[in-house]
């Protein structure tokens, strides 16, 4: 129980002049400072009559005539009031409660709420937030101090209405729903009395456990009626049970309105009578105070969170759907609910989700499109559970294909990466669960991989022949045809000298895999015909690393280093007896890339994107 505070306060000086008020009760004081025209106020307020028993941190509000404010519980500065007579209004804000009228007409109301469907009369909100209020009459007299003490009152009460079946009956029942009549719609601030017509509130029963339980809040009752009527529908296609009970006969409840700060549970037993269900008379539970924490700890939901993954390259899935049924290791049949509504739970950007499940255990079922549906076991007993993360297998299909060389010659063993989207020769492979995804090619050159939906890039190499790349697009069905012919290197002879070196980014300063490096004779020669080697362009690809390494005669050369998407660079060498080493180039790329006809060689030749 928290420690019981009062909140004092000091009334704003002059703001009552013109007010209408009666302030009675008022302890006379010393002559105060401020001046003989005035009086001074403190205000206290205590919170013993209500379930907080202290003064709530959003305050609570003054009205008094004219005057309206929102007054926090630490006290204000100390301030003077003219001399006269009223009656204030303290108040706190609530959701779905307003209040308004002026003095003996100020009411707090209800906010309205629509008919369930089939019902006739004036609904209002079921569950309003807990409103406390106090009406105080004053009156000032000048060149006196006044001790104000204001004791708030709690005028929302909370109803709770248990319904417990008995033997097999809880498996059995689909839904309750249930209408309350005789409820105050208004409470008038000044009388401390229900006012206007006799309303009704829609009660919502939820399952929790095998018990069903609904909890309505009300300003009050008004009237000598109060009906609590509704319907209990069960599956196989047996018979609903319809009830109607006046809970103005139930013991306490007629002094409903009395005592608000104490909460009210009543309970009645649902009967099986050979298949005949019948429901009993509803009761009071005269120790509710102490058993609701033992009957909630028995019945109330709980947090079932985790995450939920792909298997293969461990990424968040959002947007999966999370349903649970009652059981373990049960992956059909209905899905578990609480009053007719199915539990459920969709993951967020994260991966995560949480999902409210009473005492019990339970087989988890998880959903997303492109992916197998997954299953996971998980027991409630009387505390949230973190499942931890699920992983979910995506639904592959089958990409295929034929990989040959332009020369004719036996290329087995060519080895098939992939990245992710299309046009992507720099990103990281694939590598689902963390092992890069490659398919290599067999005698006759055919390869074939799995892949699930989605846009990617192959890439195709083999020994001394340039990489080709080939875009594919998967969606809902295999791929075949994915084919692409190799171009070879073309080197000279053992009679050369390795020029090696290693090709960068600018972009990036990272190493620069497939650029193309060419060959013309002299020095800062950039225009003109290649170098020639077994009747073709002399010509060797950058690696994965970047490095090169390509052999040359005595004599000078200028090296031609192109790679699509960056702008071609020259760098001149001269072979004397020996290998060169650190002939290092570094490439910037070209903003835009001409891929107009649906093909895009790569300049002066080598490998290729091949657009399907």
């Keep these: 129980m928290k420690n019981k505070k009062h909140t004092t306060i000091k009334l704003a000086a002059g703001i009552f002049a013109a007010a209408s008020l009666a302030l009675a009760g008022c302890k006379d004081g010393d002559n105060v400072y401020d001046g003989p025209q005035t009086g001074n106020v403190t205000l206290t307020t205590t919170w013993d009559n209500t379930n907080l028993g202290e003064a ?17 519980k630490n006290p204000a500065s100390q301030q003077n009031l003219l001399p006269g007579r ?5 108040y706190t804000a609530a959701d779905k409660i307003t209040v308004g009228g002026v003095d003996a007409n100020t009411v707090a109301s209800v906010a309205p709420a629509t008919a369930p469907q089939g019902e006739a009369g004036t609904f209002i909100a079921p569950r309003p937030a807990f409103f406390y209020s106090a009406t105080k009459d004053m009156t000032i007299e000048r060149n006196k101090k006044y001790d104000i003490t204001v004791p708030m009152n709690q005028q929302v009460k909370e109803l709770t209405f248990i319904i417990r079946p008995s033997g097999d009956v809880a498996h059995l029942i689909t839904g309750v729903t249930a209408v309350v009549s005789g409820v105050s719609g208004q409470w008038n601030l000044h009388s401390d009395q229900p006012q206007g017509n006799a309303m009704k509130v829609a009660v919502a029963f939820s399952q929790y456990g095998n018990d069903w339980i609904a909890t309505v809040r009300l300003l009050g009752i008004t009237g000598a009626t109060q009906v609590l009527s509704g319907r209990i529908a069960f599956s196989d296609n047996l018979d609903p049970v319809t009830f109607s009970r006046n809970l103005h006969d139930v013991t306490g409840f007629a002094a409903f309105n009395s005592d608000k700060k104490t909460p009210m549970a009543l309970e009645a037993q649902l009967v099986d009578v050979h298949d005949e269900f019948s429901l ?4 009071t539970i005269a120790d509710w105070t102490g058993r609701e924490e033992e009957v909630n700890a028995q019945n109330r939901s709980y947090q079932v ?22 059981g373990t290791g049960v992956e059909t049949g209905d899905y578990f609910t609480v009053g007719g509504t199915t539990i459920s739970a969709v993951t967020n950007a994260a991966g995560q989700f949480s999902l409210a499940l009473p005492n019990g255990p339970y087989t988890l079922e998880f959903n997303l499109d492109g992916y197998d549906t997954g299953f996971a076991n998980v027991s409630v007993s009387g505390g949230n559970v973190a499942v931890g993360a699920k992983r979910l297998s995506t639904t592959t299909y089958q990409v295929s294909g034929t990989i040959s060389s332009v020369s004719g010659s036996d290329i087995a063993g060519t ?18 669960g963390g092992n890069v995804l490659s398919a290599t090619t067999d005698a006759s050159g ?18 001394s022949f340039f990489t080709a790349f080939v875009n594919i697009t998967v969606a809902d069905s295999d791929v075949s045809g994915m084919d692409a012919e190799l171009n070879a290197w073309i080197e000279v002879g053992p009679d050369g000298y390795d ?3 290693t090709v960068t980014s600018a972009l990036t300063n990272n190493p620069l895999p497939y650029a193309s490096i060419k060959v013309r004779s002299g020095l800062n020669v950039t225009a003109g015909d290649y170098v020639q080697a077994l009747g073709a362009d002399m010509a060797v690809q950058s690696g994965d690393d970047g490095n090169y390494s390509l052999p040359l005669p005595d004599g000078n050369y200028t090296l031609e280093f192109s790679r699509t998407g960056y702008i071609a660079k020259y760098l001149s060498v001269t072979v004397a007896g020996g290998a060169l080493t650190g002939q290092n180039i570094i490439l910037s790329d ?8 649906g093909v895009q060689d790569w300049e002066n030749g080598g490998g290729i994107i091949i657009h399907r």
């Excluded at 009993?280 to 009761?283: A, I, S, T």
């Excluded at 990466?417 to 694939?430: C, L, M, N, P, S």
């Design 499 to 501: 020029v090696s070196g």
């Design 86 to 90: 009223y009656t204030g209004y303290f």
């Design 280 to 283: 009993g008379d509803f009761e």
């Design 56 to 72: 709530p941190a959003a305050g609570y509000i003054v009205v008094a005539g004219d005057y309206y404010a929102t007054v926090k």
């Design 590 to 597: 070209v903003p835009e890339v001409d891929d107009t006809d």
């Design 446 to 463: 055919e390869y074939s991989l799995s892949l699930p939906n989605g846009y990617y890039t192959l890439a195709i190499t083999y020994g």
């Design 415 to 432: 080895v098939i990466k992939v990245r992710r989207g299309h046009d992507e020769i720099d990103a990281d492979f694939y590598a689902p």
């Design 305 to 326: 969170t985790g995450s939920v993954t792909d298997i293969l390259t461990s990424d968040n899935l959002q947007g999966v759907t999370v349903l649970a049924r009652a």
